[in-house]
């Protein structure tokens, strides 16, 4: 079936660290791949997505690029802000099933000043 | 921007009760959807609606049913409600298939 990995969390950088977020998944045919963020105390919202293989999504600051070779879509950001600690969801969609998201677990990033 | 208001942020009911949690978006998209969050198991869905009156079980309906009466507005309930569903739950629309969800701000719900 469809599932999404992540890395576990909590992740912890200091300002301007570079970050990458592991996300690997397991889908039949080729899923587009999304990656959300959710601050404290808000809901989830659309960081980048991309919808083929070697698409690269990109977002204020944040890359990720569809690999289909590896079935990964890593999250990854040159210089991480203490704005930037959130919890991140890597996800794919099942356009067999009406389009419904699948998520992994959530990668928790604290960023220290 | 699209709204996608939950109408409660933290709500406490007590075991048995009926629990209703209401969700209402203002950019008449189609597509509705209930999620519960869990920390170390990501987002699952309960249910979701694609039209008014449409309702389809997500991945763990167990416990839960849905009403979805007017295109803006959809509804979770919990028909009795049980300790293991205390939990964040999440709010999304979606224009239509192939476009980004939206999501509200959660309602953290405690079952004592």
């Known amino acids: 079936g469809n599932s999404v990995t992540q890395m576990e969390g909590p992740v912890t950088l200091s300002e301007e660290a570079f970050l990458t977020i592991n996300c690997t998944y397991t889908?039949?045919?080729?899923?587009?791949l999304f990656w959300y963020v959710q601050y404290p105390g808000e809901g989830l919202q659309l960081l980048l997505k991309?919808?083929?293989?070697?698409d690269k999504g990109s977002n204020k600051g944040f890359e990720a690029t569809y690999r289909k070779e590896t079935t990964s879509f890593h999250l990854e950001k040159g210089s991480v802000q203490v704005s930037d600690s959130a919890v991140y969801f890597c996800?794919?969609?099942?356009?067999?099933?009406?389009?419904?998201?699948?998520f992994g677990q959530g990668t928790e990033l604290s960023v220290k000043p | 921007d699209v709204k996608v208001t939950q109408s409660s942020r933290y709500l406490v009911k007590r075991t048995g009760e009926k629990v209703f949690l209401e969700c209402v978006q203002d950019m008449d998209h189609e597509n509705m959807f209930w999620y519960r969050q869990d920390p170390g198991l990501g987002l699952r869905l309960i249910y979701f609606?694609?039209?008014?009156?449409?309702?389809e079980k997500g991945d763990i309906p167990e416990g839960y049913s849905v009403s979805r009466e007017k295109k803006e507005r959809f509804s979770l309930i919990l028909e009795s409600a049980s300790t293991n569903q205390t939990s964040m739950y999440l709010c999304?629309?979606?224009?239509?298939?192939?476009?980004?969800?939206?999501f509200g701000d959660g309602t953290r719900l405690s079952i004592l």
């Open positions: 889908a039949t045919g080729y899923p587009s």
């Open positions: 996800a794919l969609i099942r356009y067999n099933q009406g389009g419904k998201l699948i």
């Open positions: 999304a629309t979606r224009f239509t298939e192939g476009q980004p969800q939206h």
């Open positions: 991309a919808t083929k293989a070697d």
């Open positions: 609606s694609y039209d008014v009156k449409m309702k």
